[in-house]
T-cell receptor
């Protein structure tokens, strides 16, 4: 029944490693997002995909690469992890058209040591 | 200046109290406005949209003043379960822009 799911929920890794976070939504939505919420709780958009196509790419290091194999999935791959990447990463989805309500996944808490 | 500004709080109020949160936004081209709620270590969830005429949902009332670029949320008869962070959210073009949130603790 989970509308937007993310795996893993927790990720602890060493600096320099490469890791991926997966997101899936079963709502049939066209648009999906990745957000980063840092230690100061500021929630900021990173990427937006509409029907598998990238439509927003905010100022994010190119170590971060999103990938959407189909419109129900939006994965986030991070290369060469840095300490400053430690944060909670939220996936979200939205219906198409004028409806603005976004549905968030439970978040992935990434800790880089 | 941040695009969406909120008083971070915390607001500590007794059960039954009325509490109001304010939010200002800097981009006059903003099109839509929302309040989201985020519980500790959980994801944000939509609480309510905010309309120019003001709108109410049970104990919650939202107001928008486009001229002053100001949004408010009023919670009446606070419950313990209202304890959370309330995020003011503004939409300009496609992405949502989130404020840092105002933390509310309702105390028995």
């Amino acid at each position: 029944d989970t509308a937007v799911s993310q795996t893993p929920k927790y990720l602890v890794t060493q600096m320099g490693n490469d890791k991926s976070i997966k997101c899936e939504q079963n709502l049939g939505h066209d648009t999906m997002y990745w957000y980063k919420q840092d230690s100061k709780k500021f929630l900021k958009i990173m990427f937006s995909y509409n029907n598998k196509e990238l439509i927003i790419n905010e100022t994010v290091p190119n170590r971060f690469s999103p990938k959407s194999p189909d419109k129900a999935h939006l994965n986030l791959h991070i290369n060469s992890l840095e300490l400053g990447d430690s944060a909670v990463y939220f996936c979200a989805s939205k219906e198409g058209g004028y409806l603005d309500t976004q549905y968030f996944g439970p978040g992935t808490r990434l800790t880089v040591l | 200046r941040k695009e969406v500004e909120q008083d971070p709080g915390p607001f500590n109020v007794p059960e039954g109290a009325t509490v109001a949160f304010n939010c200002t936004y800097s981009n006059s081209a903003s099109q839509s406005f929302f309040w989201y709620r985020q519980d500790c270590r959980k994801e944000p969830k939509l609480l309510m949209s905010v309309y120019s005429s003001g709108n109410e949902d049970g104990r919650f009332t939202a107001q928008l003043n486009r001229a002053s670029q100001y949004i408010s949320l009023l919670i009446r008869d606070s419950k313990l379960s209202d304890s959370a962070t309330y995020l003011c959210v503004v939409k300009r073009n496609t992405p949502l822009v989130f404020g840092k949130g105002t933390r509310l603790s309702v105390i028995a």
